[in-house]
């Protein structure tokens, strides 16, 4: 199973001031769905309401093979709504809209093994009113030997609150097998300025490292191995909304099609790496093409 830990909202799209879309957001919700579509098991602990936002998530959530068992849905609050404004570049800025009751997730967590991954990440995961309930998560999930991934996904617009927050976030770096970040996370949280000044700041907590750079290149960084995978140049672009989420999802996809552990990562080559990284290179290109924030339909079936 693949079990990810992140929001749930109804995220809402604008061009040039109007809204061109509306759907089920929130970066490991997007991961989800993409994992879905895509025929691998996967289950989403997040929380959201018993209103009409969250009847909408949770039957989209379901269509699209995401188990919601683990959702914790609050009653008398609102679900999330982020506006995601474009620009020239169709790049997104966010405004969110939060109503959480003072009980937050009040959910039966799974327990994930040997054999399941655990993505998460964003901004959720530095929530201190969940701290408790993710810390609790990730000491199980390391204690049955998952593989972890996290993805830090800070964004300028927390850099005021980074001071209170670093320590979470080393800590969340502390606890993955693998981090992957973009250039603009890295850049926020230590300053670094390209792959190698990243992983000088990540390696000493977690010793795999992917690092994004937008439309130039996918950079892997690991005790053995320094590699770059080019990206290819796209023929449009829509929206890069959910890019980098999508982008996870090839790779978790990846990871476990292929059975990969975390003692396997040390002897994992180039040529594996460069097939893992250049799926989730492909998968990020085509949702950039379109409105949704995940990958079209079910166009590959995994057979586990």
């Not at 749930?8 to 061009?15: E, H, Q, S």
């Not at 098991?41 to 009409?52: A, F, H, K």
């Not at 937008?214 to 080019?230: F, G, I, K, N, Q």
């Not at 990562?265 to 790496?273: I, S, V, Y």
Request: proline residues 5%; glycine residues 8%.
């Amino acid at each position: 199973m693949i079990y990810t830990f992140g929001e749930a909202l109804l995220d809402i799209t604008f061009r040039n001031g109007q809204p061109v879309s509306a759907w089920p957001g929130g970066a490991m919700l997007n991961t989800s769905v993409s994992l879905g579509r895509l025929g691998v098991p996967v289950s989403l602990i997040t929380e959201y309401g018993r209103d009409q936002v969250g009847d909408l998530i949770d039957d989209f959530l379901r269509k699209n093979g995401v188990d919601t068992s683990h959702a914790a849905r609050f009653k008398g609050h609102l679900t999330t709504v982020a506006m995601a404004f474009l620009n020239e570049k169709n790049e997104a800025s966010y405004t969110f809209y939060k109503d959480y009751p003072a009980e937050r997730m009040q959910t039966v967590l799974p327990e994930p093994g040997g054999d399941d991954l655990l993505l998460f990440g964003s901004f959720f995961a530095l929530d201190p009113a969940i701290r408790t309930v993710l810390t609790k998560l990730l000491t199980t999930a390391r204690e049955k030997g998952s593989f972890i991934y996290y993805d830090p996904n800070f964004r300028s617009a927390h850099l005021e609150e980074l001071p209170t927050l670093k320590s979470y976030i080393l800590e969340n770096i502390a606890a993955a097998t693998l981090v992957r970040g973009s250039d603009e996370d890295f850049r926020n949280i230590f300053g670094a300025e390209n792959a190698d000044e990243a992983w000088e700041a990540v390696s000493g907590h977690c010793p795999y490292l992917i690092y994004t750079a937008s439309s130039r290149a996918v950079y892997l960084r690991t005790p053995s191995l320094s590699l770059e995978v080019p990206v290819p140049p796209l023929e449009k672009v829509v929206s890069t909304v959910g890019a980098g989420d999508t982008f996870n999802a090839g790779v978790a996809y990846e990871l476990y099609k292929r059975m990969i552990r975390p003692g396997d990562l040390e002897k994992t080559g180039e040529t594996t790496w460069t097939s893992i990284l250049n799926t989730g290179i492909r998968l990020a290109g085509e949702v950039c093409g379109r409105y949704e924030n995940y990958v079209e339909g079910r166009r590959l079936k995994y057979k586990g």
